[in-house]
Nanobody, 119 residues
Framework: QVQLVESGGGLVQAGASLRLSCAAAPGWLFREQDMGWYRQAPGKARELVARISSGGSTNYAESVKGRATISRDNAKNTLNLQVDSLKPDDTAVYYC????????????WGQGTQVTVSS
C-alpha cells in the first residue's frame, strides 16, 4: 500500500480558508493515479469531497462546489485541496487517497488531517 501523508488542517473560524496537502511516497506512480480528497465527520460515513483524474479533470461534491479547488503536482507527488469560505459543517478529518470509482472506498488510509471550523 502506498504511503500518503496529509497536512494543513487546523482550527479556524467560519469564513476562513485552508489549504490541505498530501505527500505521496517517492517512487509511487502518482502521476498515473486518479486521486481524491475524502473527509469523515464525527458519527458520519467517510465521503468523497473532490477528485482529480490523472489527466487533471476535476469533480466536486455539492457540499464544497464553488468553495474548493483540488490540484496536483505530479513532479512533487503532491495533492492539494484549497477550501474557502469554510463552514462548521466542513469540520472533519480529511484524507487523500486514490479514487477507484463511484462509491468505492480504498482499503488503506493514512492518518488524515483534522479540520475544525468554529462558528
Amino acid at each position: 500500500q502506498v504511503q500518503l501523508v496529509e497536512s494543513g488542517g487546523g482550527l479556524v473560524q467560519a469564513g476562513a480558508s485552508l489549504r490541505l496537502s498530501c505527500a505521496a511516497a517517492p517512487g509511487w506512480l502518482f502521476r498515473e493515479q486518479d486521486m481524491g480528497w475524502y473527509r469523515q465527520a464525527p458519527g458520519k460515513a467517510r465521503e468523497l469531497v473532490a477528485r482529480i483524474s490523472s489527466g487533471g479533470s476535476t469533480n466536486y461534491a455539492e457540499s464544497v462546489k464553488g468553495r474548493a479547488t483540488i490540484s496536483r503536482d505530479n513532479a512533487k507527488n503532491t495533492l492539494n485541496l484549497q477550501v474557502d469560505s469554510l463552514k462548521p459543517d466542513d469540520t472533519a478529518v480529511y484524507y487523500c487517497n486514490t479514487y477507484l470509482g463511484p462509491r468505492i472506498m480504498p482499503d488503506y488510509w493514512g492518518q488524515g488531517t483534522q479540520v475544525t471550523v468554529s462558528s
